[in-house]
């Protein structure tokens, strides 16, 4: 049966959600429309969870819907899991509007 | 494209018929106890100790809920703790509701020798209205006659890419044929504003949408804490969403692609047909009830489920008179609560179904509901409580 692979929700998403779960290794077809960008997984994802399908830099927007869900907390690679171990939302930040930081 | 539904004297069409006792409490509760096809409201929410502004919006929802084109006639008592303020003053309710010509009753307990003197007239009553409401037979309306409100709830990210757009497509059917829908949370439009916002009528309706955010954003920053420890919820992280604006982003799918016609307040009724953002609260305990007083015959909770931990599920009548369908996307939910889901558009994901195909079916399921047919947690006699979504503090 084919991979359901991945989604991704707009062109200028840098993450997709994988639509099965997903071992590490596995080849991973993330759809856009007609168009597909393969990524390896460098990781277990479980199904629903995102996949970065490129290099995501420390202090860069997450896309996803193309528009930003949040910054980069570390470097990601291509082929990593996307979730609150590497992402920080950025809005209704209460602890750091206390600390004054933003 | 039609239902069948209950014609009301102000001209709207109930999906069910029933007989409404309100406010809450120990009358209300004993006589839908006694009194079959009988609502009553389940709240701690009296009005004692409140603002004026929270009293108007507990007597915007108990009126709303009176006027609800569910309910055939009301009975409003004054055993309450909160029945001596103005705004919530019996007579005041029961002529409110009254405007809509539906048969409304008070029940004075200080006229009675007792409350159990109260409760025996309060139950002969109940059980004359119920008989008189029997007699009403169902007949055809169109979709504009509907007004359906829905929240999406333990989102996950099946709720984004399929559950919320397969109902914002039933939504677009909704409003396309000229009926109402309602759609709301506060919380999860942050990060998610500056695209609702383009959807305003008007210059007005998209600054509002901004104000919203802004305000709800302010109210979250003042607690001190990062809002991803309160929301997204514990179950919505385990459903693989990571942060606020993702689950924002997600959630206004669920409203579909139409104009956003105004913003209204916790049970205010919307005075033209089209789609709404409410200003509620996304708890379920609490924003059915308010949509329920906004008008809405039927509510929709729209349930990603990645983070379920499994049982049946709750909320089954946070409504009052309206009843409430729950929707998934995810088929490891569908898998886990089988007999709690009346529609499932995970068929999106796996490629059965356009979500243009999902709404079209799910268009057909409201139909059929709105007819007659239970949804599955209606067939439960559990009684929730619910939580008016208050904005002040109390005293």
Known sequence: MASRGALMLSAKDNVATVLEDIEAGTDVSARLGNEVRNVKALERIPFGFKIAIVDIAKGAEVVKYGESVGIASLDINKGEMVHIHNLEGARGRGDMAKGGSK | ?395
Not at chain 2, 70 to 99: F, Q, T
Not at chain 2, 121 to 147: H, W
Not at chain 2, 274 to 293: E, P, Q, R
Request: hydrophobic letters at 40%.
């Open chain 2, 1 to 395: 494209m039609n239902f069948l539904g209950y014609e009301r004297p102000d001209g709207s069409a109930g999906i069910r018929n029933y007989v409404l006792v309100i406010p809450g409490g120990l009358l209300a509760t004993k006589i839908c106890e006694f009194v079959e096809g009988t609502r009553t409201i389940l709240t701690a929410d009296s009005g004692s100790g409140r603002t004026g502004r929270d009293r108007e919006t507990i007597a915007r929802t108990l009126i709303g809920l009176g006027r609800n084109p569910n309910v055939a006639s009301v009975i409003v008592h004054s055993s309450n703790p909160g029945s001596g303020y103005p705004e919530l003053k019996p007579a005041r309710i029961a002529e409110e509701i009254a405007k809509s010509g539906k048969m409304v009753e008070v029940i004075d307990v200080s006229k009675e020798e007792s409350t159990f003197r109260a409760l025996e007239k309060g139950i002969i009553l109940a059980r004359e209205m119920v008989l008189e409401a029997s007699q009403l037979r169902r007949q055809p309306f169109d979709v504009s006659y509907l007004t359906v409100g829905v929240k999406c709830g333990h989102s996950d990210t099946t709720s984004g890419i399929a559950g919320n757009p397969a109902v914002g497509n039933l939504f677009d059917r909704i409003v396309g044929a000229g009926g109402t829908a309602l759609f709301g949370e506060n919380t999860e439009i942050i990060g998610a504003e500056q695209v609702l916002a383009k959807r305003g009528v008007n210059e007005e309706v998209s600054r509002g949408i901004l104000e919203v955010a802004a305000e709800t954003e302010e109210r979250a920053k003042a607690t001190g804490e990062d809002i991803r420890t309160i929301n997204p919820v514990p179950s919505n992280i385990a459903g693989g969403l990571s942060s606020l604006e993702e689950k924002s982003l997600g959630a206004i799918h669920k409203a579909g692609s139409a104009p956003i016609q105004g913003i209204l307040k916790y049970g205010e009724r919307p005075e033209v047909k089209g789609l709404y953002f409410v200003d509620n609260w996304m708890s379920s305990s609490s924003i059915f009830t308010g949509y329920a007083a906004a008008g809405a015959q039927l509510v929709i909770f729209q349930l990603g489920g990645g983070g379920w931990t499994g049982g049946d599920l709750l909320p089954t009548s946070t409504a009052v008179v309206a009843p409430l369908m729950w929707t998934t996307a995810n088929p490891k939910t569908l898998a886990t609560v089988p007999t709690c889901i009346d529609f499932y558009s995970g068929t999106i994901i796996e490629g059965k179904d356009t979500i243009e195909e999902a709404g079209e079916k799910l268009l057909q399921k409201v139909l059929d509901i709105a007819s007659g047919t239970f949804t599955k947690v209606e067939t439960m006699k559990h009684i929730d409580p619910v939580q008016i979504y208050l904005k002040d503090p109390c005293f």
